[in-house]
């Protein structure tokens, strides 16, 4: 049986400005899926590894939109079920509504923001195949790491020959 190829090469380097170094060489060098792993945000990071657009706003605009249409839907249809006429009170005081639309509008764009964050980040995960690499734990007090994903063998060289000019203190092969 031959034995399969590793998901990817992590390299850890010494400090943020090296692996921000490493990671603008790599995508240079046309590695596409590169990621990396800090234990503080470093800024630099985002724009070598283009990480410019977020679609959490547009998540909690579309639930905002749509609480306060589903508010709106049931007070209104709620309204004309169940008709009161009270001391001459419009059938639908939609001014009287905006309360409510209001709190949905923020509950809708709440949970439209929990649902898209573990969407994206496709959660719940509970084991991802970086765990398996003992230096890895380093990650969130002192390791600065950069993934390159290797989809063969030759793409393995490659990611080898890639790490052997960026310098890393060490690499670690991530098993499938």
């Known amino acids: ?24 060489l790599a995508r240079e060098a046309g590695v596409t899926g590169l990621d990396a792993y800090t234990p503080f945000p470093v ?5 070598v590894l283009g990480l410019h657009e977020t679609r959490i706003p547009w998540l909690a ?26 001391g001459g ?11 409510i639309g209001f709190e949905l509008l923020v509950l809708g764009a709440a949970l439209f923001i929990v649902a898209g964050f573990f969407a ?11 765990f398996w690499v003992d230096r890895f734990e380093r990650a969130t007090r002192d390791g600065f790491f950069l993934f390159v994903p290797t989809a063969d063998a030759q793409a393995v060289e490659t990611a080898r020959a890639l790490f052997a000019r960026l310098g890393p203190d060490s690499v670690d092969e991530v098993p499938r």
Request: charge should be negative.
């Open 89 to 99: 009170r419009p059938l639908l005081p939609l001014q009287a509504f905006a309360l």
């Open 43 to 47: 800024d630099a990071l985002n724009e």
């Open 1 to 24: 049986m031959a034995e399969s190829s590793p998901l990817g090469l992590l390299g850890e380097f010494a400090s943020p400005e090296r692996l921000v170094e490493a990671a603008h």
């Open 120 to 130: 994206l980040n496709r959660l719940p995960r509970y084991h991802h195949p970086l």
């Open 61 to 86: 605009a579309i639930g905002a939109v749509v609480g306060l249409a589903g508010a709106y839907a049931l007070q209104i249809g709620t309204n004309l079920d169940y008709r009161l006429d009270v």
